[in-house]
């Protein structure tokens, strides 16, 4: 069982250049995040996806696009990278249901560390 | 608006006890989860309390006051492997942002020897 996995762990970019960072979960949640994390500023969310087909703006989506063609896998796009991308990126799964069960709990990947240069 | 506030670093001997501190002021409330981050990892499960008390956890104990918008997190017996980054979550209650957590920027905990 591999939970979350993140791919690709480490990148460097060019300014203008464009990429897609993969994750995958193995455990059927419904609900996926992609967070940044920066120096001082904790995980902010980018965009979240609450089902198969669903997207929607997380606190910082400006410069991403995410898609959910299948409910194991949330794409994160950055279609002209920029240095202020520059961070590590975190994709997080979980159950939908359960408030107040503990099922709502957050599994995260490993990360991914951008650069742009 | 949206706040969740911890201590940037906190210091302690191995063996001994911490408290680490959040307070919290979000538009809704639906839990409140500790993640454990080592260095260069991903974010690791700790504790979630919904309700008021203590939620007990082997050497981790997590405290929730909803009225004071408060939570602790309890770590005794202190490893050097404890040495790591605690981060405050809350999950958003409000209808239209039930599915959001919000993070506080994590209390980087040191243990020496």
């Known amino acids: 069982n591999a939970g979350v996995t993140q791919t690709p762990k480490f990148r460097v970019l060019k300014t203008g250049q464009s990429m897609t960072l993969l994750c995958a979960q193995d455990m059927n949640h419904e609900y996926m995040y992609w967070y940044r994390q920066d120096p001082g500023m904790g995980l902010r969310l980018i965009h979240y996806s609450v089902g198969e087909g669903t997207t929607a703006k997380g606190e910082v989506p400006d410069g991403y696009n995410v898609s959910r063609l299948k409910k194991q896998n949330f794409l994160l796009g950055l279609e002209s990278a920029a240095p202020s991308q520059t961070s590590v990126y975190f994709c997080?799964?979980?159950?939908?249901?359960?408030?107040?069960?503990?099922?709502?709990?957050?599994?995260f990947g490993a990360g991914t560390r951008l650069s742009v240069l | 608006g949206q706040n969740i506030d911890q201590p940037t670093e906190m210091t302690a001997t191995e063996g001994a006890i911490v408290q680490i501190n959040c307070t919290y002021q979000t538009s809704g409330f639906n839990g409140l989860f500790w993640y454990q981050q080592h260095a260069g990892e991903a974010p690791t499960f700790l504790s979630y309390n919904v309700l008021d008390g203590l939620e007990e956890k082997g050497r981790f104990s997590s405290f929730l006051s909803r009225s004071k918008g408060y939570s602790y997190l309890l770590l005794k017996e202190l490893q050097m492997k404890d040495s790591a980054s605690y981060l405050c979550a809350v999950r958003d209650g409000t209808t239209s942002g039930t599915y959001k957590y919000i993070f506080g920027t994590g209390t980087r905990l040191k243990v020496l020897a």
């Open positions: 997080a799964s979980s159950y939908s249901s359960g408030v107040g069960t503990g099922k709502n709990i957050q599994y």
